[in-house]
């Protein structure tokens, strides 16, 4: 099971950008997808999160101006994210919590993508 993130770039403050992350290997189904971000020297911290039948739950530093999907059929979650701030420069990781084999039935857990720089600076 691999994640494979993409999306992140540099961009002026009040710009867009829409990261991507996929699942794949022998999938079966994913559960719970999410986005987190980590500052430097600070702990990684999570921003979004969707279930797998499409609720979510943003935090509030990003509420608003951020939204979170997923495509089921694409084992893929995106995290759109406007009106971009400065304090919103960090590295982003996609998650999955659950992540079940199609073969098997068995169920991995704490799957994590490389981070992907976003950069929000004039």
């Known amino acids: 099971v691999q994640l494979q993130a993409s999306g992140g770039g540099s961009v002026q403050p009040g710009g867009s950008l829409r990261l991507s992350c996929t699942v794949s290997?022998?999938?079966?189904?994913?559960?719970?997808m999410g986005w987190y971000r980590q500052y430097p020297g600070k702990p990684r911290a999570r921003i979004a999160v969707?279930?797998?039948?499409?609720?979510?739950h943003l935090e509030e530093s990003v509420k608003g101006r951020f939204t979170i999907a997923r495509d089921n059929a694409k084992n893929t979650v995106y995290l759109e994210m406007d009106s971009l701030k400065t304090e919103d420069t960090a590295v982003y990781y996609c998650?999955?919590?659950?992540?079940?084999?199609?073969?098997?039935?068995?169920?991995?857990?704490?799957?994590w993508g490389q981070g992907t720089q976003v950069t929000v600076s004039s």
């Open positions: 998650a999955a919590d659950e992540v079940c084999l199609k073969s098997t039935g068995q169920c991995l857990y704490d799957h």
């Open positions: 969707i279930t797998n039948d499409g609720r979510s």
């Open positions: 290997g022998d999938i079966g189904s994913v559960n719970e």
